[in-house]
Nanobody
Framework: QVQLVESGGGLVQAGGSLRLSCAAS????????MGWYRQAAGKQRELVARIIFGGSTNYADSVKGRFTISRDNAKNTVYLQMNSLKPEDTAVYYC?????????WGQGTQVTVSA
């Protein structure tokens, strides 16, 4: 069982920045993948960025060059630095932990970008 606690969401103007954090606790094993997904109102949940234990990353095309995902394995924490935010980035952002076919989710944190 893995528990994920997100923080760092909020309201920001377009062009601004936010940093999300997600701390994992419980049965943490190496070789996992952690990431961020988002779900805007009326839309499906989509992948934003993902990072595996060794550090390889992948991003949604819509956030490439603006968002950076990183992790601190010693702290079992993943971060999402979001720069040049746009109103279309408004969504609930969810942290994820994936290992051996099982995904755990955080409770979500709201990010709202005003025009």
């Amino acid at each position: 069982q893995v528990q994920l606690v997100e923080s760092g969401g909020g309201l920001v103007q377009a062009g601004g920045s936010l940093r999300l954090s997600c701390a994992a606790s419980g049965s943490i094993l190496s070789s996992n993948a952690m990431g961020w997904y988002r779900q805007a109102a009326g839309k499906q949940r989509e992948l934003v960025a993902r990072i595996i234990f060794g550090g390889s990353t992948n991003y949604a095309d819509s956030v490439k060059g603006r968002f950076t995902i990183s992790r601190d394995n010693a702290k079992n924490t993943v971060y999402l630095q979001m720069n040049s935010l746009k109103p279309e980035d408004t969504a609930v952002y969810y942290c994820s932990y994936y290992l051996r076919g099982v995904t755990s989710w955080g409770q979500g944190t709201q990010v709202t970008v005003s025009a």
